[in-house]
């Protein structure tokens, strides 16, 4: 009997592995069916609720879990992770304590923890975490992944690109990954190389509005304004509420001096956002352009009204900024 669980609880953390959280589900079910007094699978079958998305099915199996069990650390991780999806901080950096203080070598414990520190903007208790987390686990990507979005966070970008160089080492081939350190090598001048990453993030997802913005960006920082035209246009394409993207489209129009296509951009960017003072700046710029000085007025006093304060000599320029 002993071995047909056992058996089921290794199928079902192989499944679990594979991304087959359907599969792995219903193993551990069998595991539970044959022996409902282990903890265990209770556990593991609430981290693949987790990752399917299932909340409430999550915490009901790991209240369970810690109910037969209550030292079993990765139980409250797992519950922490699914209290901080909720937004209920208290009870996740609970749960995660918890799970520490059963289990000071779970570096899983670690790194769930950082990620809450780093939701509540608490980057320095999130970069100790994650730096636990990979003294406890040197070779778990994701880790070097967060810590990395954190020293973005911090404006630390050589340290940014550092650990999502070695999260890609560790064979973290995701979009976002890529994304972000071309994001962080645009904001230190290394637009070559933070266009070769956005190449990369959209080989893997085509459909990233932000990875085509980001590279737009980069694009008009080097003066290719047509491409950085095509990459703002895809960006708007897959993300019509992308008000940004619509302002540095107007922006790069601008540049080329095609002011009707900057009006009409920064017109569709207000409309989205009618809040942003810049965005007025930008338009009453490209009116001013055109000789239309009632407009540009009406737009420059609307941009002071909304406390928008421009930069001398800059009023056309986009405005970087991570999606």
């Not at 208790?125 to 406890?136: N, Y």
């Not at 290719?224 to 993207?245: G, R, S």
């Not at 001096?257 to 710029?285: C, S």
Request: aromatic share 10%; with cysteine.
């Amino acid at each position: 009997m002993r071995s047909l669980e056992d058996e089921a609880t290794k199928q079902g953390n192989l499944l679990r592995n594979k991304g087959d959280f359907d599969g792995a589900i219903a193993a551990y079910t069998e595991a539970i069916c044959r022996n409902p007094q282990n903890a265990q699978p209770y556990s593991s079958r609430g981290q693949a609720y987790l990752r399917k998305g299932e909340l409430d099915k999550a915490i009901a199996d790991c209240n369970k879990a810690i109910q037969l069990d209550p030292m079993m650390a990765d139980a409250y991780c797992t519950r922490s992770s699914c209290h901080g999806r909720n937004g209920d901080f208290d009870k996740a950096m609970a749960d995660c304590t918890e799970a520490i203080r059963l289990d000071p070598k779970l570096s899983e414990a670690f790194r769930v923890r950082a990620k809450l520190h780093d939701m509540k903007g608490e980057f320095d208790k999130a970069i100790a975490d994650f730096t636990e987390s990979i003294r406890l686990k040197p070779q778990c990507a994701e880790a070097y992944w967060g810590r990395a979005h954190v020293y973005e966070k911090k404006s630390e970008f050589d340290k940014a690109i550092a650990d999502f160089t070695e999260s890609i080492r560790l064979d973290l081939r995701h979009a976002d990954v890529y994304c972000g350190r071309g994001y962080a090598y645009q904001k230190t001048g290394k637009f070559d190389k933070a266009i070769a990453d956005f190449d990369e993030a959209i080989r893997l997802d085509p459909k990233h509005a932000t990875t085509y913005y980001n590279r737009g960006l980069a694009y008009f920082k080097k003066g290719d304004y047509d491409k950085a035209i095509a990459d703002f246009t895809e960006a708007v394409l897959l993300n019509p509420k992308d008000a940004e993207a619509y302002y540095n489209r107007g922006c790069t129009y601008g540049k080329k001096g095609e002011h009707d296509k900057a009006i009409a951009d920064y017109t569709a960017a207000i409309r989205i956002n009618p809040k942003a003072g810049h965005t007025f700046y930008a338009r009453g710029n490209s009116y001013r352009q055109k000789g239309d000085k009632a407009k540009a007025d009406a737009d420059f006093a609307q941009a002071e009204k909304l406390g928008y304060k421009a930069k001398p000599g800059r009023p056309d320029c986009p405005n970087p900024m991570n999606q």
